[in-house]
């Protein structure tokens, strides 16, 4: 039962230009949506989110809507820069029990110049 | 300051031993958590322990999985009798007390075990 998807594997985007990725989820009890980024033979570090009561957060470049209705949430990155290239993995959490982080399959973004 | 820390960053076994992993966590941080990666999968949440409660083992696939955590510091992961399904690369994370910053966890590099 995956509770959070991202169905697209990887994504090609050119340099300056817009960066848009994409996650969707079934469990509408969770409470906060996070995104991650890993760098190869790296863990994951945190990057940006989103409370289950807002539909919008910003942190400079990075931008992450999230759409209850849809269960759907995204992050954009603008403009992209080459060192965003890397894995960014959709999050999401229960803030009772053990907040354990619900991980999405992963995105590979390449920026390129 | 010195962030997570796990070793070994690689281990190969043969399939029916034990592997030991270790995680060293963030000083002061009181949540410990593993998970696993498998190849071309998300990250799989294994065990928490938060303090001296008791863990949360809801994640771990099989009782060939155990965990402890130690002084409140440092963990071991211990997987026995291992099979090739269990080749993965094991992540440790640890975070501040909890109702701070949900969801922000502080990963090691992790352990990449292969299972022959």
């Known amino acids: 039962d995956q509770q959070v998807k991202q169905n697209s594997p990887s994504l090609s985007v050119q340099e300056g230009r817009i960066s848009i990725l994409n996650c969707d989820y079934t469990n509408s009890m969770f409470d906060y949506f996070l995104w991650y980024k890993k760098y190869p033979a790296e863990g994951p570090t945190f990057l940006i989110s989103?409370?289950?009561?807002?539909d919008k957060n910003e942190d400079g470049r990075f931008t992450v809507f999230l759409n209850k209705s849809a269960k759907h949430l995204s992050l954009h990155i603008v403009p992209s820069q080459p060192g965003d290239s890397a894995v960014y993995f959709c999050?999401?959490?229960?803030?009772?029990?053990?907040?354990?982080?619900?991980f999405g399959q992963g995105t590979r973004l390449t920026i390129n110049p | 300051g010195a962030g997570v820390s796990q070793s070994p960053s690689n281990k190969v076994t043969e399939k029916g031993k034990d592997v030991e992993l270790r995680c060293d966590p963030i000083?002061?941080?009181?949540?410990l958590y593993w998970y696993r990666q498998s190849l071309g999968q998300g990250l799989e949440f294994l065990i928490y322990?938060?303090?001296?409660?008791?863990?949360?083992k809801s994640g771990l696939p099989s009782d060939r999985f155990s965990a402890e955590r130690t002084g409140g510091s440092v963990s071991t992961l211990t997987i026995q009798r291992t099979q090739q399904e269990d080749s993965a690369v094991y992540l440790c994370?640890?975070?501040?007390?909890?109702?701070?910053?949900?969801?922000?966890?502080?990963f090691g590099p992790g352990t990449r075990l292969t299972v022959t």
């Open positions: 994370a640890s975070s501040p007390s909890p109702g701070l910053a949900f969801g922000e966890q502080y």
């Open positions: 989103i409370s289950s009561i807002k």
């Open positions: 000083s002061g941080h009181t949540a």
């Open positions: 322990f938060q303090g001296n409660s008791a863990p949360d």
């Open positions: 999050a999401a959490i229960r803030i009772q029990g053990a907040q354990k982080l619900v």
